[in-house]
């Protein structure tokens, strides 16, 4: 048996050890458990936790006679996310105490494949850009990014094995990146989004926050009923597009360091760099992003804005007011934009088998009110395209930073395939 | 003053005569309460309404001192929608009684927009085959279509102005074509979809069940902060695109016979008529679109089908059984003949100014269980594409037989104004 903690191990191993009689479901939720009472007083990671609940949930899996595909897997669902017995509240006073009737599909699916279902973690104010109290975990005093914030620490800290986020901006790639986590944002629509409190249908991505490729996979293939994705050869000749993005004047000495190791070292491992400039138009996006954004959430929160306005964060607040007003036609013109910008993704990538790209701007900023800039994730958000990231360099103050691999449209596997590769070529951060 | 009942008026003419004094919401909903009074035993297109309650709504606007713009309109939710203040009950026992917190975006916007939420009309089992009590209110032995059944009767039997609707298959506008309004399906989620009981997200459309095009456009000009759209001249002379689809074998005699006589007489109006074939494909596109349908509503439902399903009907407990047993594999590949389809959309239009199709197989068969063939509206619905079916014909059972316009994606204000110069030529059923 392995000397590392139950709440260390990836959730490959923790299926693996269930399922040979080596720990128990019980056995590992109170591992987790255990961590969360020793840190969450810093971390404040959750926003709903019953500890005899999630080891009650535990023994039930422990007592049944045939393992399940993912049999006492602790998972945590950011606050956003509907669960059938805990409430769900939107980091929101508006919902305080709301108890959805149903689990969301994306937890429904997870809860009957053997997940534990450990808890809700803190979401910025519907996962817009207004803050809970989370901390990084490797630094309090700096904030773990956003929105799922709760999700990116809680994974990170070693509190719960994965965690679901959603990602209209960055929300799943910044906090992944900022606390040192593997972010996976799959392709759009790819995990169903039925009991997703929307923010803007036309960018929201339910993604996965773990530790490692392979646990996002596991996760995946339980989500989607579908094998593992392929392991590649090591000695495998990826070509790699290497993208600065629109967005290279945000890059913090630390993230232009992290991509130029990432290139050489992978240059070295066999990869052929490819430069690829993006489009002009694509310059665009984030300002469509925005208007995507604004308007769609206007119409989401519309019975709230009328009748619950004074419960609003000013930040949501503001939002609202410039969506309401906006007029259709500005609105329609990013959708264009946005729709033949991904007419547009076959050529930009030519014949890479991924690009690479930053993950966030540096290390995560210090202060916990303002989660970070979410350009580098949105560009990649409105494509529509798969992307994660992965924690694979340090900054000057010792927090993670991280790189960003990105695919082609429901070619997902082939990029966690990839994912796992570099993994292995470059290392994790610590 | 009109001598046609206030029930009966199109909502354009019942919002000037609001506002020029003429009449007052209260008095339009009472028109509709009157109807829905003589009527209900017969139709049953409600799934819940209270009448005083709806009359309070009437009465405080009317005790409004500026009008708003859809001032005093009434409008019907299919039942799959959220409202605040009326239950939410899905056609299922396992939602009866169900409250949810808020308005879904849609109810919340028209609200906002001054109308009356009259009630909540009959789904068929969530918006899916198995059907609600709704009969055909030009022959109760008939099916009114499905699965926005009650929305479709209850307009086309002025009990209500206008309704919600949703098409995941044909929901919309089959209804539509079988009662004899006007179905209109906006472009792939134009109409935000926050509040929305998915049944398969990447076909879920809101849509509009109307009387007149004008009220089609009259109401999504509140939904999207838009115009109206432009009148186009009565001399206009577009170029239609004629098509009968890979299910031209489906098609009844009096379905073949209005599109004979569309194509005759909008030739004689000044259109010219080109014949479009659709790519040979696209024949696959119904066995995809089941594919989405099946697997997408086994995740939607996962937890209905885990912890209820003895309360479920036969029907859908056989799509959630077939779709959660269901690889991942030929899903992805329905979905990618879905995009490829999509993306060859700009060559099946060429250069025609829309689409002309068969809104349904024909009249609205005898019987109540079965809410008729999908495949006629899906093809267009998995193409993400706007759509309208038009009341224009009748069939030899003296019911309403529709014909189909179909527009390219984003440009549904050019669809509307020539549905609108479509409809001055042929003129409506009755």
């Not at 000397?3 to 590992?28: K, Y």
């Not at 392709?187 to 036309?202: H, K, Q, V």
């Not at 232009?256 to 690829?276: H, P, Y």
């Not at 009110?369 to 924690?391: E, K, R």
């Amino acid at each position: 048996m392995s000397q590392v903690p139950l709440n260390e191990l990836p959730a490959t191993d923790i299926v693996r050890m269930i399922s040979d009689g080596a720990t128990t479901a019980e056995a590992v939720t109170q591992a987790c458990l255990d961590r969360i009472s020793a840190r969450e007083n810093d971390v404040k990671a959750w926003a709903y936790i019953d500890p005899d609940y999630a080891l009650a949930q535990a023994r039930i899996l422990d007592g049944e006679e045939t393992k399940r595909p993912l049999h006492g897997v602790p998972i945590g669902v950011k606050d956003v996310i509907d669960t059938a017995d805990m409430p769900t509240q939107m980091e929101s006073p508006t919902y305080e105490g709301h108890q959805p009737k149903t689990d969301a599909a994306c937890v429904a699916i997870l809860r009957a494949a053997g997940a534990v279902i450990l808890g809700k973690t803190v979401t910025c104010e519907f996962a817009g850009s207004f803050p809970g109290a989370t901390t990084n975990p490797h630094n309090f005093d700096h904030t773990p990014g956003g929105s799922s914030s709760g999700s990116g620490a809680a994974v990170a800290d070693f509190m719960v094995h994965g965690a679901f986020g959603t990602q209209t901006g960055g929300s799943v790639l910044r906090p992944a990146s900022f606390c040192g986590a593997v972010g996976y944002k799959p392709t759009y629509n790819l995990i169903n989004r039925s009991g997703l409190m929307f923010a803007a249908e036309n960018l929201d991505t339910i993604g996965l926050l773990t530790r490692t490729v392979d646990d996002a996979d596991l996760l995946m293939s339980g989500l989607l009923n579908r094998p593992l994705s392929k392991t590649l050869p090591n000695d495998a000749k990826p070509r790699i597009g290497l993208c600065h993005t629109h967005h290279w004047d945000l890059a913090q000495p630390e993230t232009i360091t992290a991509m130029e190791d990432s290139t050489e070292r992978l240059k070295f491992a066999g990869a052929a760099i490819v430069e690829i400039t993006l489009p002009e138009s694509f310059a665009n996006l984030s300002k469509a992003r925005n208007a995507l954004n604004d308007f769609e959430r206007s119409r989401v929160m519309a019975d709230l804005w009328q009748n619950e306005r004074d419960q609003l964060s000013e930040n949501i607040a503001k939002q609202l007011e410039s969506g309401t007003s906006m007029d259709y036609a500005p609105y329609r013109d990013a959708v264009t934009l946005a729709n033949d910008s991904r007419a547009q993704l076959d050529d930009v990538f030519g014949d890479v088998d991924f690009i690479l790209a930053p993950a966030a701007s540096g290390e995560a900023p210090e202060g916990l009110n303002y989660t970070g800039d979410p350009q580098f994730q949105g560009c990649w958000t409105i494509l529509h395209v798969p992307t994660i990231s992965l924690p694979t360099h340090t900054g000057p103050n010792g927090l993670p930073v991280g790189i960003q691999l990105v695919g082609r449209r429901w070619q997902d596997e082939t990029l966690l395939g990839w994912s796992r590769w570099v993994v292995q070529k470059l290392g994790i951060w610590r």
